[in-house]
C-alpha cells in the first residue's frame, strides 16, 4: 500500500453564498428549519406551509426541480437550461442567488446554476431531521460539537432535553448493533491492489451488474463444466459476487482473479501500482472478448455481453464546415466518458515540482461544467481541416461532441493525471469537483445539443424519445488521494441511502461531506430506476429474491 495523504478541507463556496452569508448570517437556514420534513424513504425535503404542491411563481407550474428562494421563499422551477425561472428570479431581483432544492433539501446558486455545499446548512439540515435540536442565538445548532457521524452517538451538549438525550442514546444503541448492508466487504490488499480492489467495490454495487451475478446469468461452475478454458474472468468475478453476498464479514482476498486479470493483461501484470481507470477499462474489455463471441448483437449491431449491455453508450461528434455548414456525423460506442477540470494553467517550469500548484487544490470545478465543456464546440487546428464534401476541398472545421445513447450505468472519469510530451513530465491535478447525487443528462443528448445548436427551431430531432431515462443517481465514488508517484484509491458506496468507506479490508460508514469533500476519480451513475431497486434491503429478501432479474431497458441495451 502506498503512501496515503488525507490533508482536505471543505472546498469554498461559491462567491454568492459567501455574499449572501455576509449580509444575511444563518436566517434562511432557520427559515429551512421549520420547513424540513422525512419522506418515506427517509430522505431530507422542503414542504412550504399552506400547500400541498409547490408551484412556481413564474409559470404556476409543478415539474422539473423546484427551488425556494433563502430571502423571499418565492418558489421557481427549472426544467431545462432554456426554461430556468429560477434563474430568471435572481436576474430580477437584486440580491437573490440562493435557494433551496425542494426535492433535496441542497443549497443551490441560481447564477452559478449548481448545487453548493456549506457545512452549517448540513448541520441544520440533519440536526433538524434527526432530532429536533433547537437553536441558539448564533446560529443554527444548539452546540459546536455536533458530529454528522450516523454510526457514533451526537453530542449536543445541555441543547437537548432529557427526552431527546434519551432517544439519542437509544438511537446510537440500536446504531451500533446493526450489521451494514449485504454485501459490504472488505478486499485484503495483495500488494498495491488498493487500484483493483476499489474498481471491484464499486461493480459489485451496480445494481444491473449485480443482479446478473446474483441470478446466476454466468455460473463459474456450469461455464467450467462446458468449457476447457481454465482462466474466465468472468467466472472469477462471479465467484467474488458469490463471497461477497454471501453474508459472511471477514475481508475476502481476490487472489484468484487478480491472477486471472494477469494473464489476460499481461502488460500490466506486476505488483506495481496501476490506474484505477486503466484498470476499469482492461476489466470490461477481457469480460467482452470472453462473452462477446457467444451473445448475438441485436438489431442495431450492438454487442449483448453483460460488459456493454451494463457500461455501454454511444458518441456522436459533429464536423461542421465553418464556410458552408455542411456537418458530418460519426458515432462510436464508449463505456465510459472521460472529462477535463478546465484547470486552465500550464505545467510548472520548475521540474522538481511535479505535484499541482499548492493553491489548485482549493480551486474548484463542478461536474457540469466538465460536462458542458465535453459538448463545448472546438475549432480544429490547421492540421486537423475537414474535407468538405459541399465545398469539395478543405475547409477550417468546428467539432462538437454529445452523446447518442445513455447507457444503464455511466462512468464519468475525471482526468487528474496530465502529462506533457515536450515538458516530458507529469503532474496531478488536485482541483476540487463537485458533483450532484442526483444528475438528468438530458443537456447533452445528441438531440439537446443539436437543438440549441440551431437555436432551439428544431421542433423535432430524428431518432429523438421523450420516455429515454436520462435522470442518473451515483452510487459509487472512487478516489485517489497522494501524489502522483504514490497514491492510494478508496472507494465511497452509497447504500441504503448512507456512505460507506472502502478502503481495501477495511468498511467504514462515514457522512456525506466525506464525499463531497474528496477528490473522486471515478464517478459511477446509475439510472434511477435501477438505484432505487438497488437500495432495498437485500438483509430482509429471501435468497431466491436477491437475484433479481436483468432488466433490460427500451433504447439503452
Known sequence: MLTKNSSYTTPRPCKHLIDYKLKHGLKGYNLIQDLLKCDAYGRAVILKPKSEVPRCSFCSGYNGRLFMCLICSSVTCCISPESNHALLHSESCEGHEISVDLGRA?????????QVYDTEFDKAVVSKQMFGVPRNRNGVVGSSKLRLSKRKRLDFGGDLNQESAKRSGLRSKQRSKSPFPL??????????????????????????????????????ESCRRSSTDRLCLPCDLDVIFSAVFSGERTPYSPAKFLYSWWQHSEDLASYEQQDAHEFFISMLDRIHEKLGKSCLANQDGDCQCIAHRVFSGLLRSDVTCTSCGFTSSTYDPCIDISLNLNTATSFPTDVSNRSSKPNEALATSSL????????RPEKLGPDQKLYCENCQEKQDALKQM???????????????????????????????????????MRPYLSSSVVKKRFGNRMFSFEGEEADVPTEFEVFAVVTHSGMLESGHYVT??????????????????????????????????VQKVFHHKGSDDLTCLPPSTLADPFVPIASCC
Open 106 to 114: 441542497e443549497l443551490y446558486c441560481c447564477v452559478c446554476c449548481d
Open 402 to 440: 454529445s452523446l447518442e445513447k445513455l447507457p444503464l450505468v455511466l462512468c464519468l472519469h475525471i482526468k487528474r493525471f496530465e502529462h506533457s510530451s515536450v515538458r516530458k513530465m507529469s503532474r496531478k491535478i488536485d482541483r476540487h469537483l463537485q458533483f450532484p447525487f442526483s444528475l438528468d
Open 492 to 525: 465511497y458506496l452509497r447504500l441504503e441511502n448512507l456512505w460507506y468507506k472502502c478502503d481495501d479490508a477495511w468498511i467504514t460508514e462515514v457522512d456525506e461531506d466525506v464525499v463531497r469533500t474528496s477528490q473522486c476519480y471515478l464517478v459511477f451513475y
Open 368 to 375: 457540469s461544467g466538465c460536462l458542458d465543456l465535453f459538448t
Open 183 to 220: 454485501g459490504l466487504r472488505g478486499l485484503n490488499n495483495l500488494g498495491n491492489t488498493c487500484f483493483m480492489n476499489s474498481v471491484l467495490q464499486a461493480l459489485l454495487h451496480a445494481p444491473p451488474l449485480r443482479n446478473y451475478f446474483l441470478n446466476d446469468r454466468h455460473s463459474h
